[in-house]
């Protein structure tokens, strides 16, 4: 199969368009369950979720029945901010049910808007004072995001920065650096801590609870909110509703993402501005397809009892993983909650080529950090999927050790 239909669109589009973050030729038409299926008709069993964004997989029949209701809706997308329609409702109650109490919600349209609006109320109520972040962060790429991420320097370069102390990401309780926070803390004045309790683009890290416990306990003593990106984490990904149930603490501000399908901070009502338009967009509360998918997703996760479900497979992929570490050495570590997983290779050299052999295979993931890849699979995967993909990545895995 020589997928000259996919090649030659990615030839267009690579003269048409800045070549942003693409991993592989991989041009999608369609897909089916835990499938996506190219221009050219080829299958690929899809181990990232389109980096988490579809939970469900693909042609899930209740999300098609949304889709299909909305056919000869004149007003499918509407200025959300500023008229209202009944799915902006209906998502903040089904969100908010899952939530803290006594919080709100203000719906945008990416992750990246998610943080600039939750740090926007953390700033509101703090002012301009310096936020911290962590070494590996990702919080997006929007100017004020930006100041927040550190995951890769060409992300940075020439681009102004906002106040922002960085902090190193403890995975370990032992580490030395386990409480930073309260020495930083006590010398400066400090708007907001951000972090992703599993790092999604800097290398699937898990963070320690006793580095998330100061973290929180500072938050409180020194009144500063706790900002929790679940953009990627959020929604069931780990096998809880959020990553931080993982850890005993009370974020003061959640931003989520991707699997909503519609960017959302979810706050405490103490940072509500006392003004009205503060924060607002065009788009955001009014892209209703979408935000009709959001809520129909959070009923299927509920019902279907997927989060169970994320539990028992991510138990059983991480297994099966763990197995490959065993037997060949250019895996050195399987890590991550739930259905966030990550492999890493001895080199990067070996993980950019394990990632090419396996696209070859028809067995899609993405890569993280410098030398890991991310295992995402949709949330619905199978026992048989999740063994089908680890015997191609077998495949490739000998293929490379010869
Ligand atoms: C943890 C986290 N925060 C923020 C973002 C930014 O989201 P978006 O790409 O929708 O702007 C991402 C995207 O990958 C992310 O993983």
Not at 217 to 232: C, F, G, H, T, W
Request: proline share 4%; aromatic share 10%.
């Amino acid at each position: 199969m020589t997928r000259k239909k996919s090649l030659s669109i990615v030839k267009k589009i690579n003269k048409l368009v800045y070549n942003s973050t693409f991993v592989y030729p991989l041009v999608i038409k369609d897909g089916q369950g835990c499938y996506l299926e190219d221009v050219d008709g080829e299958q690929y069993l899809d181990f990232t979720s389109n980096i988490a964004s579809c939970p469900l997989g693909y042609n899930h029949p209740e999300l098609n029945e949304i889709i299909k209701r909305y056919v000869g809706t004149g007003a499918h997308k509407i200025a959300g901010q500023d008229f209202y329609c009944e799915e902006h409702c209906q998502l903040a109650e089904k969100l908010l049910s899952i939530s803290n109490p006594n919080s709100k919600v203000f719906f945008i349209n990416s992750g990246a808007e998610a943080v600039e609006n939750a740090i926007k109320l953390a700033y509101r109520r703090n002012g301009p004072l310096p936020g911290i972040a962590c070494i590996n962060a990702f919080h997006g790429r929007t100017l004020g995001a930006l100041a927040f991420t550190f995951s890769k320097d060409v992300q940075k370069i020439n681009f102004p920065e906002i106040p922002a102390k960085r902090i190193k990401f403890c995975i370990s309780d032992d580490d030395p650096e386990i409480d930073i926070i309260q020495k930083i803390a006590s010398e400066y004045k400090l708007s907001f801590i951000i972090i992703e309790l599993i790092q999604g683009e800097g290398g699937v890290n898990v963070a320690s609870k006793k580095f998330v416990n100061n973290l929180y306990k500072a938050s409180i003593k020194y009144d500063i909110p706790l900002i929790i990106d679940e953009v990627q984490s959020g929604l069931g990904r780990t096998g809880k509703w959020w990553t931080y149930q993982y850890y005993d603490i009370k974020p003061a501000i959640v931003t989520i993402a991707k699997a909503l399908q519609v960017g959302a901070v979810v706050f405490d009502k103490k940072f509500e501005p006392s003004k009205p338009g503060v924060l607002s967009s065009t788009w955001g509360g009014g892209s209703r397809i979408d935000m009709a998918i959001g809520i129909k997703t959070l009923d299927i996760i509920r019902k279907g009892k997927i989060l169970e479900k994320v539990n028992e497979s991510g138990k059983f992929l991480t297994k099966c993983l763990n197995d490959l570490k065993n037997r060949y050495d250019t895996i050195i570590d399987v890590r991550g909650l739930g259905l966030m997983l990550g492999v890493e290779f001895n080199k990067k050299e070996i993980r950019n080529d394990v990632i090419k052999r396996l696209f070859k295979n028809k067995l899609l993931v993405i890569p993280s950090g410098i030398k890991t890849i991310r295992i995402f699979p949709p949330l619905v995967i199978t026992d048989e999927e999740i063994s089908k993909g680890l015997d191609i990545f077998e495949k490739v895995l000998k293929e490379i050790n010869h």
